[in-house]
């Protein structure tokens, strides 16, 4: 009887888990959870950065802002796409001008036309508020900032939750606790702008007071320091490059685990149950989307597909960003409308 009820449970958790299970939930299962010493190099801070390898063989990291200063690390490897997650508690309570980030980016490579995709947490008066930014940069197109808004349906600094970036040759996925939050496409739109080059992967904690909350109206406040953002289940998997010579790629993965495997069996990124997820959390949770955006943008950047319902919404949170009435579609092959550096307006 034990046993048969043992075998029932077994399999009303493996259906719920194949119903739920999204790319990023089945790879966050299946990839070796890395520590820091395997995986990481401190990048700044010196001691705000610490590890504890007594108690869970150095697999959490805890970044510290204090006064003094912030602290980060870096992946010891370059990637040309694959999966990253972290499982990521941020700091509580009083947390405005305070920024934690989690990264790609190879900056320090190709400083004129890097490629960087996002999260950035932001701080705010009341600890519930955290906001969370995704953006993403191609090419050095650093004159188009992609970026997106959202609250959460959690208090981010109560519990450790799961932050994963799906990057392939095709396509980009946010993760927030494996739901799909943003998906970003090569297209034709984009061009250039699809982030295609080798990137390491960053955690920061810095003080962004000059602009996260409410663009700069309220600064870090070091009475309540150090602002603690730990940092555990760090998964990197992906194709890994050599820093000098960028073109020798290892996709050979761990023969071990056939963890290479993993990531070229993802087909469809997302299922319909995963898109229409990702759907319901944008309506609710998304609060400025840079296709919106009238006062950055006098026409939206070419991949931007709009949608009159979003864009009504948007209006509601911030009404001169959002502008006003409905806006119009854009016509393809029209060409682009941009602000020349006078203001005037140029096709080009
Ligand atoms: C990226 O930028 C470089 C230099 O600005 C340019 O030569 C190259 O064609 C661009 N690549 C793509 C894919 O647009």
Do not use: W
């Given at each position: 009887m034990k046993e048969f009820?043992?075998?029932?449970?077994?399999?009303?958790?493996?259906?719920?888990?194949?119903?739920?299970?999204?790319?990023?939930?089945?790879?966050?299962?299946?990839?070796?959870?890395?520590?820091?010493?395997?995986?990481?190099?401190?990048?700044?801070?010196?001691?705000?950065?610490?590890?504890?390898?007594?108690d869970d063989g150095g697999k959490t990291v805890h970044l510290l802002l204090n006064k003094r200063t912030g602290s980060g690390?870096?992946?010891?490897?370059?990637?040309?796409?694959?999966?990253?997650?972290?499982?990521?508690?941020?700091?509580?309570?009083?947390?405005?001008?305070?920024?934690?980030?989690?990264?790609?980016?190879?900056?320090?490579?190709?400083?004129?036309n890097h490629d960087e995709l996002d999260f950035e947490f932001l701080g705010n008066i009341r600890g519930k508020d955290w906001k969370i930014q995704t953006n993403v940069y191609g090419n050095g197109s650093t004159n188009i900032g992609r970026e997106e808004r959202y609250g959460l349906w959690f208090d981010p600094s109560q519990d450790f939750h799961h932050y994963s970036i799906l990057w392939t040759q095709s396509h980009i996925i946010f993760y927030v606790d494996d739901i799909a939050i943003r998906e970003v496409k090569r297209s034709e739109g984009m061009v250039g702008d699809f982030p295609s080059k080798p990137m390491s992967l960053y955690a920061t904690i810095w003080d962004g007071s000059t602009w996260a909350t409410n663009g700069g109206k309220y600064k870090v406040n070091y009475r309540y320091a150090p602002y603690v953002a730990e940092f555990t289940h760090l998964v990197l998997h992906?194709?890994?490059?050599?820093?000098?010579?960028?073109?020798?790629?290892?996709?050979?993965?761990?023969?071990?685990?056939?963890?290479?495997?993993?990531?070229?069996?993802?087909?469809?990124?997302?299922?319909?149950?995963?898109?229409?997820?990702?759907?319901?959390?944008?309506?609710?949770?998304?609060?400025?989307?840079?296709?919106?955006?009238?006062?950055?943008?006098?026409?939206?950047p070419e991949e931007c597909v709009l949608d009159s319902l979003e864009a009504k919404r948007l209006q509601q949170f911030d009404p001169v960003t959002f502008g006003n009435g409905p806006i119009a579609p854009r016509h393809k092959g029209k060409g682009r409308h941009r602000l020349s550096r006078t203001g005037s307006m140029v096709n080009i």
């Open positions: 009820m043992f075998i029932c449970m077994l399999i009303s958790i493996s259906t719920t888990v194949s119903v739920a299970s999204s790319t990023s939930s089945s790879l966050r299962k299946n990839l070796p959870v890395l520590s820091f010493d395997e995986g990481y190099n401190h990048l700044f801070g010196d001691s705000n950065l610490v590890t504890n390898s007594k690390f870096v992946s010891q490897d370059l990637y040309l796409h694959g999966f990253f997650s972290a499982s990521i508690k941020l700091p509580a309570d009083y947390t405005a001008g305070v920024v934690v980030a989690f990264y790609m980016s190879n900056g320090d490579i190709f400083e004129r992906g194709c890994t490059v050599d820093p000098i010579e960028l073109s020798s790629i290892n996709c050979d993965g761990d023969a071990t685990t056939n963890n290479l495997d993993i990531l070229s069996s993802i087909k469809n990124t997302l299922s319909s149950d995963q898109r229409v997820e990702m759907m319901k959390f944008r309506e609710k949770h998304m609060m400025y989307s840079y296709c919106y955006d009238h006062t950055r943008y006098l026409s939206p």
